[in-house]
């Protein structure tokens, strides 16, 4: 053996990123930039929140495959002073005009996946003005001076932007040539495609974020009159007037009343307790909940004593989310408009009906929902709905500030493959109307007038005992909560630090139908990282599972911040499958 080797032992159990910890400041991103913009508003004085909305702002615009302004943005709060978890709803909603009828009348059988007549109202905007309201110190022209200065003057382009599979300027590139002027003239400059490391600007963006800063500073009264004319300035005035005409241009379902009358609502968040911790995520109209439920199966289950990532563990993991996952498909919807049974979907005995259901020893590929209404563990087979697809495409920011102020944000939507560019706004319109049924009738996800269309994107947030604990979330449609899930499974039962729960080997079911067309179930499949070993793999096969391996380092994409206030460290940690995988350019800072 070496002498001069400064290390000798196995690396196999360290983790590519370091273990970040602090006093001051913990922050996780999806981009580097957006990480310094969120801890540069902490150092200046501003809180979790403020540092979570600048963060924001950044990630819509240096991250544009996945997230821009006129997206969608669900955002879990809890303030250190009043102990409460606030959830913000930050989803859009449907334009008068878009009723089933009405996308039949036009030949459709399925709300088209992009365009302007998949687009809703932009709720990221409001979400992210309403709780800086609510909750934050600065003003609105603090928080997103860095995004208009990054807009305004340029930052070097990363890989990901341009090279993401499917979803980058690369990808899109005759797309835009050939149907969107408007993203042709942003994305690609001077006619080019752009290369890595050149410098890239959104003047029209900077535009639309200095007219907000506009009307705030313009308006007499105190900070929250000048975020409600902000507020207002989006969604009464020229920004409004400009997507509206955009829309009418293309004979698009979006006016300005749609955006008149759209309103930001705040929210009790639904919460599970699970082996000491209590995790809270968004209402029903996100698919938050489906990890709640397969807490609730899980909790009555001594995982532990399985062995982490052993293929019994895996097995009974991968099970549940398949029952839990077609209760998804069956009851999650806007509970404004549709009446879900909660209640029952998230009490222990149901899940102890749909627990009963497993089978240690075999693999089922069937979509199995219980019956929620009537409390029974099956739901009779002429009562099913038909599946169908979900949405993709996040970015996520995870904020913990010293005094335990904690904020998990989930930015989504608007991504630049959703539709084209409004060119004098520097952002395109969203698309998660696509997510939409437009039969049966009595579907709780049908399209309606107004009504907000569930969604995938879903941040967390958890407390140990009655105290702060984590935040955490990741991008990944479908998968989200089932790599939460799993890294969640990874801090509570086997004491992971939070990089060693992130980098971790992961997985997800395909017994769902995917985004993509042709938009197939797979029964049984499972995707799954090759880390967890052969003899795992060779398992979970004779389990009756359709094992697919995974390239490594592509199940995850997780970030998150945790707060100890035992002692006051905090801790951050990001997921190098960003890197590896060219979606994005992750980190995490700790001071």
Same mark, same amino acid.
Request: avoid cysteine; aromatic fraction near 6%; proline fraction near 3%.
């Given at each position: 053996m070496s002498t001069r080797a400064f290390r000798s032992a196995s690396t196999d159990e360290s983790t590519f990123h370091a273990r970040l910890l602090g006093t001051r =400041?913990?922050?996780? +991103?999806?981009?580097? !930039?957006? +990480?310094?913009? #969120? &801890?540069?508003?902490?150092?200046?004085? #501003?809180? &979790?929140?403020?540092?979570?909305?600048a963060a924001v702002l950044v990630e819509g615009l240096v991250n544009p495959q996945m997230h821009t302004f006129g997206g969608e943005c669900p955002i879990l709060v809890r303030m250190a002073q009043s102990g409460d978890v606030e959830a913000v709803n930050g989803n859009t909603a449907a334009p008068q005009r878009a009723t089933a009828q009405a996308y039949r009348d036009r030949g459709y059988s399925d709300v088209p996946d992009e365009g302007v007549l998949a687009a809703g109202v932009p709720a990221a905007p409001g979400a992210l003005i309403r709780t800086l309201a609510r909750h934050g110190r600065l003003s609105l022209a603090e928080v997103a001076a860095p995004a208009i200065e990054l807009a305004r003057n340029g930052f070097p382009l990363h890989s990901g932007m341009l090279n993401q599979e499917k979803f980058g300027i690369r990808a899109l590139e005759q797309k835009f040539r050939r149907e969107w002027p408007g993203s042709a003239a942003l994305y690609l400059p001077d006619g080019d495609l752009p290369q890595v490391g050149q410098i890239f600007r959104n003047p029209?963006?900077?535009?639309?974020?200095?007219? !907000?800063?506009?009307?705030?500073?313009? +308006?007499? =009264?105190?900070?929250?009159? #000048?975020?409600?004319? &902000?507020?207002?300035?989006?969604?009464? =005035?020229?920004?409004?007037?400009?997507i509206a005409r955009f829309c009418k241009e293309r004979d698009g379902f979006l006016e300005r009343t749609d955006l008149a009358v759209y309103e930001t609502q705040i929210e009790t968040p639904h919460a599970m307790s699970f082996a000491g911790t209590t995790l809270y995520k968004c209402g029903f109209w996100t698919q938050g909940p489906t990890i709640l439920q397969c807490l609730a199966m899980l909790e009555r289950r001594n995982l532990h004593s399985l062995g982490h990532n052993s293929a019994e563990y895996l097995h009974v993991l991968i099970e549940t989310i398949k029952l839990v996952y077609a209760d998804r498909e069956q009851y999650y919807g806007d509970p404004s408009q549709t009446h879900v049974p909660a209640e029952m979907l998230l009490s222990k005995d149901y899940a102890a009906l749909r627990d009963a259901l497993i089978d240690t020893g075999k693999a089922i590929g069937e979509m199995r929902p219980g019956d929620a209404w009537e409390g029974k563990a099956l739901l009779a087979k002429e009562k099913r709905f038909e599946v169908a697809p979900w949405g993709h495409g996040t970015v996520h920011v995870d904020v913990i500030d010293s005094e335990g102020n904690m904020v998990a944000a989930t930015p989504s939507g608007a991504w630049i493959k959703s539709a084209e560019v409004v060119p004098a706004l520097g952002f395109p319109l969203g698309n998660r109307l696509m997510t939409f049924y437009l039969e049966p009738e009595h579907h709780p996800n049908r399209v309606a007038p107004f009504k907000r269309p569930r969604t995938t994107i879903s941040p967390s947030l958890a407390l140990r005992g009655d105290k702060p604990w984590m935040v955490f979330g990741s991008m990944g449609g479908d998968q989200q909560d089932q790599w939460q899930l799993q890294f969640y499974l990874n801090r509570v039962l086997f004491g992971m630090t939070i990089q060693q729960a992130i980098e971790a080997p992961k997985l997800s079911s395909e017994n769902f139908p995917g985004f993509f067309a042709p *938009?197939?179930?797979?029964?049984?499949?499972?995707?799954?990282?090759?880390?967890?070993?052969?003899?795992? !793999?060779?398992?979970?096969?004779? !389990?009756? *599972?359709?094992?697919?391996?995974? +390239?490594d380092w592509s199940e995850g994409y997780l970030l998150a911040a945790s707060y100890d206030p035992d002692t006051g460290v905090l801790e951050a940690g990001s997921d190098p499958r960003g890197?590896? #995988?060219?979606?994005?350019?992750?980190?995490?800072m700790c001071w």
């Open positions: =400041g913990a922050i996780a +991103t999806e981009n580097y !930039l957006a +990480t310094h913009a #969120g &801890a540069d508003i902490l150092k200046a004085g #501003g809180n &979790a929140v403020d540092a979570a909305v029209a963006l900077a535009a639309t974020l200095e007219a !907000l800063v506009h009307a705030e500073t313009s +308006t007499r =009264g105190d900070r929250k009159a #000048g975020l409600d004319a &902000a507020y207002r300035s989006f969604y009464q =005035g020229d920004i409004a007037n400009e *938009h197939d179930r797979f029964p049984n499949r499972v995707r799954i990282e090759p880390r967890v070993g052969g003899a795992v !793999l060779q398992e979970l096969e004779k !389990l009756g *599972h359709d094992i697919e391996v995974a +390239t890197p590896k #995988g060219d979606v994005f350019q992750s980190s995490a």
